[in-house]
T-cell receptor
Framework: EAGVTQFPSHSVIEKGQTVTLRCDPISGHDNLYWYRRVMGKEIKFLLHFVKESKQDESGMPNNRFLAERTGGTYSTLKVQPAELEDSGVYFC???????????????????FGPGTRLTVT | TQLLEQSPQFLSIQEGENLTVYCNSSSVFSSLQWYRQEPGEGPVLLVTVVTGGEVKKLKRLTFQFGDARKDSSLHITAAQPGDTGLYLCAGVGTYKYIFGTGTRLKVLA
């Protein structure tokens, strides 16, 4: 079974340019997540798709970031225009449904892609 | 805002030594996971703990979830060079995971 794939693996662009990152989740995974790690910081949640719908986009930094998941399969994350502080590693992850436990607890098993390293100069 | 602090940030030990990595928060998490990440790859899930006080073992790795579900620890017994990597804890917040800052472990042969 193929894992989560991301393209490109690296991207170097100039400030003001546009970049589009792509994520292909594991087949059959309705949940797709985007995360970002900027240098020296922790991995931070950006947004969560359930199929083609945005379930939670509370982590998106600003309106220069646009995520789409047309047809509920692959997803793209576009940064336009890119700024220096957008540099970092962008991870995509996918999962099946949540596992529910007693007392309203839950977890889900995320499978991460290798990430796209974005450098804005 | 839910935060997860990991300690230590860096750890360099000799092969055969034991070590413990801590993951602490002032918030209660529904569940907590530990990941390991290699250079150029995404994090790979090691374990999920759900119940307060839960202990799980994965070969030489022992994971514990705090009684109040606010903290967790990862203990490695007799570390091997193959254990070298970045270890991350992540707690489920409001239907999304909050990641810790990570512990970079280097085991010297």
């Amino acid at each position: 079974e193929a894992g989560v794939t991301q393209f490109p693996s690296h991207s170097v662009i100039e400030k003001g340019q546009t970049v589009t990152l792509r994520c292909d989740p594991i087949s059959g995974h309705d949940n797709l997540y985007w995360y970002r790690r900027v240098m020296g910081k922790e991995i931070k949640f950006l947004l969560h798709f359930v199929k083609e719908s945005k379930q939670d986009e509370s982590g998106m930094p600003n309106n220069r970031f646009l995520a789409e998941r047309t047809g509920g399969t692959y997803s793209t994350l576009k940064v336009q225009p890119a700024e220096l502080e957008d540099s970092g590693v962008y991870f995509c992850a996918s999962s099946q449904d949540f596992t529910a436990y007693p007392y309203e607890q839950y977890s889900y098993e995320q499978y991460f892609g290798p990430g796209t390293r974005l450098t804005v100069t | 805002t839910q935060l997860l602090e990991q300690s230590p940030q860096f750890l360099s030990i000799q092969e055969g030594e034991n070590l413990t990595v801590y993951c602490n928060s002032s918030s209660v998490f529904s569940s907590l996971q530990w990941y390991r990440q290699e250079p150029g790859e995404g994090p790979v899930l090691l374990v999920t703990v759900v119940t307060g006080g839960e202990v799980k073992k994965l070969k030489r790795l022992t994971f514990q979830f705090g009684d109040a579900r606010k903290d967790s620890s990862l203990h490695i017994t007799a570390a091997q060079p193959g254990d070298t990597g970045l270890y991350l804890c992540a707690g489920v917040g409001t239907y999304k995971y909050i990641f810790g800052t990570g512990t970079r472990l280097k085991v010297l042969a």
